[in-house]
Nanobody, 124 residues
Framework: QVHLVESGGGLVQAGGSLRLSCAAS????????MGWFRQAPGKEREFVAT????????VYADSVKGRFTISRDSAKNTVYLQMSSLKPEDTAVYYC?????????????????WGQGTQVTVSS
């Protein structure tokens, strides 16, 4: 069982930056893939970014490419999402997720473990 705890959300003006963190329990193996998703009010949960734990291979949604960076610190069992040039449309609850497969996935139902979410609000 993997437990995930997100932090770092908040209120920021458009054009600003935030860094989200996701601390994972010790059971994080090299075959794990970590992902960030977000869900705005009235919308479905959507893929943001993913990273393979062992090799650090990253994939991004087109809407955040060039503005967001996903990374991991193996020593701390923590995944980060650095968000820059934030836009009002980035406003959502951001969720960290993990799956026990080495390949990336864009689909929420293919992830096994989820954090509780952290709110990000970007004002115009």
């Amino acid at each position: 069982q993997v437990h995930l705890v997100e932090s770092g959300g908040g209120l920021v003006q458009a054009g600003g930056s935030l860094r989200l963190s996701c601390a994972a329990s010790e059971r994080t193996f090299s075959s794990t893939t970590m992902g960030w998703f977000r869900q705005a009010p009235g919308k479905e949960r959507e893929f943001v970014a993913t990273i393979s734990w062992r090799r650090g291979v990253t994939v991004y949604a087109d809407s955040v490419k060039g503005r967001f960076t996903i990374s991991r610190d193996s020593a701390k069992n923590t995944v980060y999402l650095q968000m820059s040039s934030l836009k009002p449309e980035d406003t959502a609850v951001y969720y960290c997720a993990a799956r026990d497969y080495i390949t990336s996935s864009f689909y929420p139902h293919e992830y096994d473990y989820w954090g509780q979410g952290t709110q990000v609000t970007v004002s115009s």
